[in-house]
């Protein structure tokens, strides 16, 4: 079954394109995530999956369900964490839990709810002393109540210090292995590399790619770094040569290269084997900060991406 389908929805206010003649289909089981800089259109899409927002031109079903016509039975369906949700201050962490429990019909116990958030310690507390992240990790467990067959998370780990973040992976593999489809928003690419099947990428309201992060990085061609050390470097080596091979250099026994792809890093390592002999490679992966630019183009924009994030090179030792 299709848990997701959008065809050609279309959202504009006023003077802003919102989302643009979007075609996404998500299957049944998938973690999907849906990433994009600020003011792509990730909420705005949401927001019309659930008919927060009505769609200037367009459609969608959820689960099957119309978006528009056949809200109830989404709702039934679906847990959802909404951007920005609101809790009641006075009230404490279990007593949100009993409302949406009473509220959904269902047969969870709020100390269940809460042990898979953690805030066992704290459902007693009302929740207007709750820091960001307990209430983002609450409304993650209200989303979770009534074991839906969707979960749609709009920006769902704004505010998890690092174990939280762990913590959520963890809960979304166990919702997608007892077989409930996750669709979740990000501008933290790490994060939904981690756990997603695929991505789709928003760019100013147009989905601009979809797939894996493995194949987009393919497609791509970012490629990476290649690192090799030799016993001792070989006088002309004539890396520049190869095809797609940039940027050599060296430093004492050490060759760096840039390569534009796969076979290029292959043809380094062959190349230098047959010159030198190699005591260890280490090969990185184009940055997620770039791969996401590639398609974005949004280096000026005005994105918050943290500055690990930005750093981050998924180097792989092949040979140690
Ligand atoms: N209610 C609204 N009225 C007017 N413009 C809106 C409204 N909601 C969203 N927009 C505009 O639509 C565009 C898409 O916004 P949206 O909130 O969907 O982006 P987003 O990808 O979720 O961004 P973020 O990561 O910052 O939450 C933005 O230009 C935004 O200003």
Redesign the pocket.
Known sequence: MVAIETTALT?R??E?L??NDLNLRIEDGEIFGFL????????????MLLDF?RPTAGAATVLGYDSQTETDAIRKRVGVLP?GLELYERLTAREHLELCVQMKNADDTPESVLARVGLSDDGDRKTGGFSKGMRQRLSLGMALIGDPELIIL??PTSGLDPNGIQHFRELLREEAESGTTVFF?S?ILSEVEAVCDRVGI?NN?ELVALDSIDTLREHTGTGGEVEITVESVPDDLQLQSLDGVSNTTIEGNEIHTHCSSTDAKMSVIRHIDTNATITGIVVGEASLEELFNEYTDSRDGD?DVDDDETKEKDKQEVIA
């Open positions: 959202k206010f006023g802003v919102a989302v994009g800089p600020n003011g792509a259109g990730k909420s705005t899409t949401i927001n927002h951007e709009d920006e928003s501008h928003m309201g994105r």
